[in-house]
């Protein structure tokens, strides 16, 4: 119902991080628009303010910050979230969602405002990606 995906980008050190909250604490986002300030307490992040910077809903719209409400529009854009345009003066219509985060919204995007005690990178640890197998088993296979 309220499982969000959060993304967080640290300015300082030019990375992003995604975690997912679950039902309880992600009821607390609920409400919340673009441009608003949360702790990091809901994430696990003590000492941390997170500014919601947008989202996007479970068919994959963007939340824009020109729309007010929680639902989706059809609107002429002729800028970004929702649209990038080519052209000098090119408009085009595009079906956005609103900025105020709902039920339907999948993934929040957030950007760090003030920084607490441990760094992110001590938080959530790098994953290491597997390269599918071992060299040996690659070359037997082409």
């Known amino acids: 119902m309220a499982n969000f995906k959060v993304v967080i980008s640290d300015p300082a050190s030019k990375k992003s991080y995604q975690t997912e909250i679950e039902q309880d604490r992600g009821i607390s986002l609920i409400g919340k628009k673009i441009g608003d300030e949360v702790t990091g307490d809901l994430l696990g992040l003590s000492g941390y303010?997170?500014?919601i910077t947008g989202g996007s809903d479970k068919d994959g719209f963007p939340m824009h910050p020109g729309i007010s409400g929680p639902g989706r529009k059809?609107?002429?854009?002729?800028?970004?979230?929702?649209?990038?345009?080519?052209l000098q003066g090119e408009r085009r219509r595009k079906t956005v969602h609103g900025n105020t985060i709902s039920q339907d919204i999948v993934q929040v995007n957030t950007i760090v405002v003030k920084n607490g005690e441990k760094a992110l990178e001590e938080i959530f640890p790098k994953k290491e990606k597997s390269d599918g197998g071992d060299a040996s088993t690659k070359a037997k296979s082409s």
Do not use: D, E, Q, V
């Not at 059809?74 to 080519?86: A, D, E, I, M, Y």
């Open 49 to 51: 303010a997170l500014k």
């Open 74 to 86: 059809r609107t002429l854009l002729t800028h970004p979230s929702g649209f990038h345009p080519k």
